[in-house]
């Protein structure tokens, strides 16, 4: 399965595709989020990503006040959920200005729409659905989605195989479009967060759903998770993007600054290069050395005209001259008569032998 996002081909043949996922850390500052946008560029995204929600619509003031306490990353945040939802909603006003900002340096612009009227209003500008994990089994909003006829990209964080089955079933039916993202949704940027990421559930998603792409949604710091997909045959990674980590705010600690994300990218494509071809074959960087390693048959002694082959009268040794007679064959040179005078240490040659 291959499709395209703008003017990029997405699949397991193509460059691995990079979202920075600017969602909060644009900190209520419209400039500051075109900055964001500016230095995700450089440092290699594809897509630069935001978050449409209106707090009212995405989570329950009396519900989490009502909790017993605030629990993972949002333990440590001073305001209330609901206050920091209102303060890091990206207005849709903005998203025309954004846009603008990406098409100027040449950057997709994403975002996660989280309602129905947040859907309708950011259509017009989309290439894609970028549908974060915590929808997972909100069917009618990915048929929403889905059914707009672009690319849906959908996170799998904190949701069992039944779930992502479901999920991913509601959205084929109407799009084939359809990337599929593990992820494992912990913000607390701990290092703990490596035993959890499980990155073969990629095995099991290439198995179970053949005819998507698939991706990584990741929340860790370092390059090991992301290489890691690629090599299992992820072809999209989404993380977080700030432009520092010491910055106020619920998404910084765990995003990525600019220089990190550009070693990333880098790493990404070396690695992309050295998995190179599933054919096994001798490389054009690698023709001289089968000549200078490897070895071929040469006279263990002066051999005359007319004597009889012996394993005694055979050396197995580098070079592996080319056109010598390699080493496997050394059972079918014994018995044979050579035709020609060969000295010490010359190749042996089937020209030179005769049966």
């Given at each position: ?5 703008g003017n ?21 500052d419209?400039d ?60 849709l ?6 846009v603008?900002?990406?098409?100027k340096?040449g ?25 974060g994990?915590?929808e ?53 940027a ?22 998507v792409?698939l991706?990584l949604?990741d ?14 045959g ?58 200078v ?59 030179d032998?005769?049966?």
């Open positions: 399965m291959e499709f395209k996002i990029q081909t997405i699949g397991l043949n193509h460059p691995t595709y990079f979202i920075a996922d600017i969602a909060a850390n644009h900190d209520g419209l500051r989020a075109k900055l964001l946008i500016r230095l995700a560029k450089e440092a290699g995204a594809d897509a630069a990503k935001f978050q449409n929600f209106q707090a009212p619509k995405i989570v329950s003031d009396y519900g989490f006040k009502n909790m017993n306490s605030q629990v993972s990353h949002q333990a440590s945040w001073k305001k209330s959920v609901f206050q920091v939802y209102s303060e890091a909603s990206v207005p006003g903005w998203t025309p200005i954004l603008e900002e990406c098409q340096v950057i997709e612009y994403f975002t996660s729409p989280y309602d129905f009227e947040s859907i309708e209003a950011v259509d017009p500008y989309l290439p894609a659905y970028k549908i994990s915590g997972i089994d909100w069917i009618e909003s990915l048929q929403l989605m889905a059914s707009k006829g672009k690319p849906v990209l959908l996170a799998t964080g904190a949701s069992n195989i039944g779930e992502v089955q479901k999920a991913v079933h509601a959205i084929l039916v109407i799009n084939k479009q359809l990337v599929l993202m593990q992820c494992n949704t912990n913000y607390t701990s290092p703990e967060n490596y035993r959890y990421i499980n990155l073969n559930v990629l095995k099991t998603y290439a198995a179970m759903f053949p005819d792409v991706g949604s929340h860790t710091h370092g390059n090991s998770t992301v290489l890691g997909a690629v090599t299992l992820a072809r999209v990674i989404e993380r977080h993007f700030t432009d520092s980590n010491n910055r106020e705010g619920p998404d910084h600690k765990f995003a990525m600054n600019p220089e990190a994300w550009a070693h990333m990218v880098d790493e990404t494509r070396l690695l992309e290069k050295a998995l190179g071809g599933a054919d096994k074959f001798i490389t054009e960087n690698e023709q001289d050395t089968q000549v390693q490897r070895r071929c048959l040469r006279a263990a002694r002066d051999i005359r005209a007319g004597e009889t082959i012996t394993r005694e009268m055979v050396d197995v040794l580098r070079p592996a001259t080319p056109g010598a007679i390699k080493p496997d064959q050394v059972a079918n040179v014994v018995g044979t008569k050579a035709l020609n005078d060969m000295p010490f240490g010359k190749e042996l040659r089937w020209t032998l005769v049966a």
